[in-house]
């Protein structure tokens, strides 16, 4: 016996007003962003941290999974905000359609396809600077001067001995660019752990390209929010498949009504 299968319900697409790149709310959206990137920057480094292994395959795959995990919390994020804008812009359109007015602030928060994408790199400016400022300036690390046995430090103040070994006494401070390589590392942590501290190489290669992988969340972000539009049609396709649905159950019902069998009549 075979069944009918049901008729794909045609996609649901409602008209909306497009707001603007900007409005009163991106900055405070921006700073809110900033705050999730730099808490999730210090979950990654003690999670990648706890991680450290030798086996480099393992160490790789590890990280990806947690970069990865970090990028689906601003995506997903982003798809409630895209949502919600494009939900607003229905709002104003059956407004504009009644004559009823609205401001042009009301209007400029609704969905546009760029807000996502603005409002992740304004809230990734700070640690893009940075990483900006590092690309520049990398060079490759090499290994400092090590510890002196404690009897060749008896040697220093012999005058031939010592201008050689001054070296191993001087200690260099932190620079400016000591403490931004140190907080982009932060920032990156995931591909800090899967390159290796070890790999030198590697390492400058990962500061050169530090300005891209820090903007890897916002690109998450505006990717999340653009789906806004369609998670929007889903939801209208989905109560205008379950009113269908309940109008064939209400059909079904009546008709059973009328084909049910009546009881004998009664005799006068």
């Not at 962003?33 to 808490?39: A, D, I, R, T």
């Not at 970090?70 to 229905?90: D, H, K, S």
């Not at 209007?107 to 603005?118: N, S």
């Amino acid at each position: 016996m075979t069944t009918k299968s049901k008729k794909p319900v045609k996609p649901v697409e409602k008209p909306f007003l497009k707001g603007n790149p900007t409005d009163e709310r991106t900055v405070k959206t921006a700073l809110g962003f900033f705050g999730v990137l730099v808490l999730t920057a210090f979950m990654t480094f003690m999670v990648c941290t706890a991680m450290s292994m030798d086996n480099r395959i393992l160490r790789i795959v590890l990280n990806s999974m947690v970069e990865l995990l970090v990028l689906f919390i601003f995506y997903n994020n982003a798809i409630g905000r895209g949502t919600e804008a494009v939900a607003r812009g229905e709002i104003l359109w059956q407004r504009q359609e009644k004559g009823h007015p609205f401001t042009e602030k009301e209007r400029a928060i609704c969905f546009h396809p760029a807000k996502g994408y603005v409002t992740g790199v304004l809230g990734t400016i700070p640690i893009l600077i940075c990483a900006i400022i590092l690309a520049v300036t990398a060079d490759r690390q090499v290994t400092g001067y090590g510890a002196l046995p404690s009897w060749v430090s008896s040697l220093q103040g012999r005058n031939e001995l010592g201008d050689a070994l001054a070296a191993y006494t001087v200690r260099e401070g932190m620079s400016v660019v000591d403490v931004i390589r140190i907080l982009v590392r932060v920032g990156v942590m995931p591909f800090v752990s899967m390159v290796g501290a070890e790999n030198r190489d590697g390492m400058l290669l990962l500061e050169r390209l530090s300005p891209i992988i820090v903007l890897l969340p916002a690109i998450a972000y505006g990717t999340g929010y653009l789906q806004g539009q369609k998670e929007r049609t889903r939801i209208h396709t989905g109560i205008a498949e379950n009113r269908k649905s309940r109008a064939r159950k209400e059909k079904r019902a009546r008709k059973a009504r009328m084909n049910r069998p009546k009881g004998p009549e009664q005799l006068n």
